[in-house]
């Protein structure tokens, strides 16, 4: 009896210690715990709740087609939409900056001191052949993702911050962390698909093929033709169709994705009624191209509608890893020699505006002189800053006088003779060795050569030789991969809420990590440390001070030459489609359109 006492009083210390530990269980998770949706809403008001189902809508793609199934590999070609095989964990609230409410997972308890997560599944979830999800689904995806060799190096570095994973019971799973600073992990871990492991003891993992595979998603694959189309069908059993995040989601019975060769072929091919939705990304094709008996009848639709999200930084990207382009007096000279404003006048028929920042169109950007909290970050750093940092507001080059490009190119040349570099026999080369300054831009759109060809003719003028290389999207994503380019036109999305996909972006440890995101090869310890203390920002203030300064000493370094940005979108779409009234912050979510009756 007194042995029973003795063990009831422990069992009851320990239970009670835990429950000091742990926070109560929640239905949502917010970055700074402001959750705008209460444990009983409905639905999110960016959808319509009682949008019909059914209909069978057609999407285009540009691209040469796929080669794969399986998203989470470093290798092949994945198709698109594959999004919808899989549920997460939890699902993102379109409406807030960075919001997670449980989907797989029922409830969700953080830690108090935030080195730990555990999920707890809902015990409705299921895979699409009726497998229950478990939590050694939960386990399995997690190892698969972060050791497989395969695997794309995103996740390992997206998750670097687990320590442990604890299966409790069936339906209870553990996340434990290397300490509690990072404040967003417990909602990245909450973004992860979860993959039926039962299946993958059977099929190989790291195989990129086009095997079909089992999801437990809204959507399962009904048949595919690589290099024309995949269609998904509704899973009409769907287990998490009436959970509130999925209400007004998901309408269609059947979606189709084509694929085209290039975006002049895909727009006819919609005004022809081809297909149904297309965001619009060619400034000259929403000004004139949008002509023709379906769109004068009404029949096609075009919207333009504004986003509250970052835009981030698109632009021409350096590849420092080449010799040409390690000194930043080389990669600010050529800037100069991109004419932006002729470019918008006569290219763009003035829709776009000059990118300077690589948090553009959101608080976080960084304008004017750093403010006292800036300088608190960067202060520790001042020898190894450009000292424009502390006195001077970046912005790229403009040109006055569109087309008159004179001056600009005179500041290239004093920054490349700063550098090194001289003229000789009308070719720009490196007096300690001679070396020509030549470079390749590689391209995987056609439509980019026009807006390309007029830098090169710029550089021309001050003997610089750079030419275009134009490769399908298959050998333009292994050349990516593998960083085997001089320069390309790329992206570098971001977020309102940046954290632990800056270390992919910028971390030293990334640079030479082949699929990593550091396409630049940027190492500097300046900027390791800053992308470090952007994941473990306590609060949303410290977060906007610490990516300001990120942004700062990004934009010296002059690791882009920015290109330009609209803060909306344009969508062009036939008539029997329909969307809510509402927007997301991101200005569109295709799963919350419907098919009128």
């Not at 470019?343 to 006292?372: C, D, I, K, M, V």
Request: hydrophobic share 35%; aromatic share 14%.
């Amino acid at each position: 009896m007194r042995f029973f006492c003795r063990t009831l009083l422990t069992l009851l210390a320990w239970v009670f210690s835990f429950s000091l530990a742990q926070a109560a269980p929640t239905h949502g998770l917010a970055v700074y715990g402001d959750l705008k949706y209460p444990e009983d809403f409905t639905h999110f008001d960016y959808v319509n709740p009682d949008a019909p189902k059914g209909g069978h809508v057609r999407l285009g793609t540009v691209g040469d087609g796929f080669d794969s199934l399986n998203p989470f590999l470093v290798k092949g070609v994945a198709a698109e939409g594959l999004d919808w095989l899989y549920d997460s964990l939890t699902k993102h609230s379109g409406d807030e900056p960075f919001s997670e409410y449980g989907l797989i997972a029922q409830k969700i308890e953080v830690a108090e001191d935030r080195t730990s997560v555990t999920f707890h599944l809902n015990p409705q979830a299921r895979f699409q052949d009726g497998h229950p999800i478990t939590a050694e689904d939960v386990a399995f995806t997690f190892e698969m993702l972060t050791t497989h060799e395969r695997a794309n190096p995103f996740y390992r570095a997206y998750y670097r911050d687990v320590k442990d994973v604890k299966i409790i019971d069936e339906r209870t799973i553990r996340f434990e962390f290397q300490d509690g600073k990072n404040r967003e992990l417990p909602l990245i871990l909450g973004q992860m698909k979860v993959l039926p492991k039962h299946y993958f003891e059977k099929h190989d993992f790291g195989k990129a093929d086009l095997t079909i595979p089992v999801g437990s998603g809204p959507y399962r694959i009904e048949k595919l033709s690589p290099g024309q189309d995949i269609t998904y069908t509704r899973v009409k059993d769907y287990w998490a169709k009436d959970l509130p995040v999925n209400r007004g989601f998901y309408n269609f019975d059947r979606i189709t994705i084509k694929y085209f060769k290039d975006s002049t072929v895909a727009l006819e091919a919609l005004k022809s009624g081809d297909y149904d939705f297309r965001q619009e990304n060619v400034s000259k094709f929403w000004a004139t191209a949008y002509i023709g008996p379906a769109v004068e009848r009404g029949d096609i639709i075009k919207e333009e509608v504004r986003h509250g999200m970052s835009v981030g930084m698109q632009g021409f990207l350096f590849n420092t890893r080449r010799p040409m382009f390690d000194d930043p007096h080389v990669r600010e000279a050529l800037a100069y020699a991109f004419d932006f404003e002729w470019t918008n006048q006569n290219l763009f028929y003035n829709q776009y505006s000059r990118t300077r920042s690589y948090f553009q169109n959101s608080e976080l950007a960084a304008t004017g002189t750093p403010g006292e909290a800036e300088r608190a970050l960067l202060e520790p750093f001042r020898g190894q800053l450009d000292p424009r940092v502390w006195t001077t507001e970046y912005n790229p080059p403009s040109n006055p006088t569109p087309g008159n490009i004179r001056q600009n190119l005179k500041k290239a040349v004093v920054l490349l003779k700063k550098a090194g570099w001289g003229m000789k026999n009308g070719v720009l080369t490196r007096k300690k060795d001679g070396t020509p300054l030549q470079f390749e831009i590689l391209l995987v759109s056609k439509d980019f050569e026009r807006i390309v060809q007029p830098f090169i003719q710029n550089l021309s003028k001050i003997g610089v030789k750079a030419t275009i290389r134009l490769v399908d999207s298959t050998q333009y994503i292994n050349r990516i991969r593998s960083y085997d380019f001089d320069m390309f036109v790329g992206t570098i999305p971001q977020s309102l809420s940046p954290g632990n996909e800056q270390m992919e972006y910028w971390h030293s440890t990334r640079a030479d990590q082949p699929g990593s995101r550091n396409y630049t090869g940027v190492r500097s310890p300046v900027i390791d440390a800053l992308v470090e203390r952007v994941a473990q920002a306590p609060d949303r203030q410290s977060l906007v001070n610490t990516v300001r300064a990120l942004d700062r000493v990004l934009q010296w370094q002059f690791l882009v030459i920015p290109q330009w940005h609209i803060p909306y979108l344009r969508l062009a779409y036939w008539k029997q489609l329909a969307h809510p009234d509402k927007a997301p912050l991101s200005g569109l979510d295709f799963d919350t359109w419907w098919m009128k009756p």
